[in-house]
């Protein structure tokens, strides 16, 4: 249940129950009242009548009567005692209010009719329903205006907050979310942990930018010198570790252009089939290419490029022969037949310098992020997934024209 309808649920229980309350208070209190004032009445006639017939032996007064048959038995027996009282009873003449005391010849009672008063209270109860009625539509109709409010603002905020989490860390909630209660005490709170996030994320990002620039000089210096180096196995084994740190300072170089979103694509129309062999033949690597349905694509080659020449060196690096790579119109699949994904990879998306698991392999965790990176570029979709029948798949969608 939202909390919308929570918050209506609630205020229409707590208004009946107030209003039906409130209600039979107001129904006692005025069934009391009335049945007081006939009382009264019956026995102010009950004591003149009592005293005219003392006087004079005539019995008088109005519903004045001796020895009356349809006296209730209660005020009969009283009568009887010697002592006085009053019944609201029912008979075929409708409902009374009889008063009676004892005289020499019997019970002497009056007889007050109480029709009246039971229409007065009967219309009484049906305006208390009515005002009921409308206090309770009222009061819920109120409490679902609030509920609305306060639901609309927790939802742009959980809207904004879902935009936080998926990058966009300069959103800030407290531009959509006014007033000065709970809610917006929690959009302040989430504000404020945006800007935390997205400073962070930042240093994050100038400190990769700036160790990467900071290692591209000396470097440069030892690529060199290690191509003085005299031929032998131990030139060879220092020259392929400087290559391949000096791939990573590339690749943490390009993390960090893709990041700080300072990239933009080069758009031409090629298609995709050509571009797709082109990559396999610059990566040779052993993949197969399956072509299902070829298109026409505008997109930008260098980045396809890199997306797929990462996607395939990581499959031949951390999975498994054979690896195919599908081509169905815009959409391209590359899978392996290996351990597959990890369960992290699949939750949260690549991370740098995460391999996640040790049977995939080697590697910085560079590759997946970097063609991540690239798709987000060219508007593309990437996204992994492990086969059903085994091993890791990679599905990219190129966007349309």
């Known amino acids: 249940m939202t909390l919308r309808r929570q918050i209506a649920t609630a205020v229409a229980a707590i208004s009946v129950l107030v209003a039906v309350a409130v209600g039979l208070l107001v129904h006692r209190a005025m069934i009391r009242q009335h049945v007081d004032q006939a009382r009264t009445a019956a026995l102010t006639v009950l004591d003149s009548s009592l005293a005219e017939y003392k006087r004079s032996g005539d019995v008088t007064g109005r519903g004045a009567a001796l020895n009356d048959p349809a006296l209730p038995g209660r005020l009969r027996t009283l009568s009887a005692g010697g002592r006085q009282g009053t019944v609201l009873a029912a008979d075929g003449q409708g409902e009374s209010m009889w008063a009676a005391g004892p005289v020499r010849d019997g019970a002497f009672s009056v007889r007050v009719d109480f029709t009246q008063d039971r229409r007065s209270i009967a219309d009484l109860d049906?305006?208390?329903?009515l005002t009921v009625v409308a206090a309770v539509f009222t009061t819920v109709l109120a409490g679902v205006l609030v509920a609305d409010r306060i639901s609309r603002r927790l939802r742009t905020a959980a809207t904004a907050a879902r935009g936080i989490a998926a990058g966009g860390t300069d959103t800030r909630i407290g531009e959509l979310v006014d007033g000065r209660d709970e809610v917006a005490d929690l959009a302040a709170a989430v504000d404020l942990m945006s800007r935390t996030l997205h400073r962070r994320l930042e240093d994050e990002q100038r400190f990769t930018a700036d160790v990467a620039h900071?290692?591209?000089?000396?470097?440069?210096?030892?690529v060199t010198a290690a191509e003085l180096l005299p031929p032998g196995r131990p030139t060879q084994l220092v020259q392929n570790r400087v290559q391949a740190l000096r791939a990573l300072v590339e690749d943490l170089l390009e993390v960090s252009r893709l990041d700080a979103d300072a990239e933009s694509p080069d758009l031409s129309a090629v298609p995709l089939e050509r571009a797709v062999r082109r990559t396999v033949t610059l990566t040779g690597l052993d993949v197969t290419v399956e072509v299902a349905t070829d298109e026409q694509v505008r997109t930008?080659?260098?980045r396809l490029d890199r997306i797929l020449g990462n996607l395939l060196l990581n499959a031949h690096r951390h999975g498994a022969a054979p690896v195919l790579l599908h081509v169905d119109g815009r959409?391209?699949?590359?899978?392996?037949?290996?351990?597959?994904?990890?369960?992290?990879?699949?939750?949260?998306?690549?991370?740098?310098?995460?391999?996640n698991a040790p049977e995939r392999g080697r590697g910085h965790g560079l590759g997946l992020?970097?063609?991540?990176?690239?798709a987000r570029v060219i508007d593309a979709t990437l996204t992994f997934t492990n086969?059903?029948?085994?091993?890791a798949l990679a599905t990219l969608v190129l966007p349309p024209d």
């Open 387 to 391: 086969h059903p029948t085994g091993g």
């Open 331 to 355: 959409r391209i699949t590359v899978r392996d037949h290996g351990p597959g994904y990890p369960d992290d990879l699949l939750q949260h998306g690549p991370q740098r310098f995460r391999t």
């Open 369 to 374: 992020t970097i063609a991540t990176g690239h």
């Open 300 to 302: 930008d080659l260098r």
């Open 214 to 222: 900071e290692l591209r000089t000396p470097l440069t210096g030892l």
């Open 126 to 129: 049906r305006i208390i329903l």
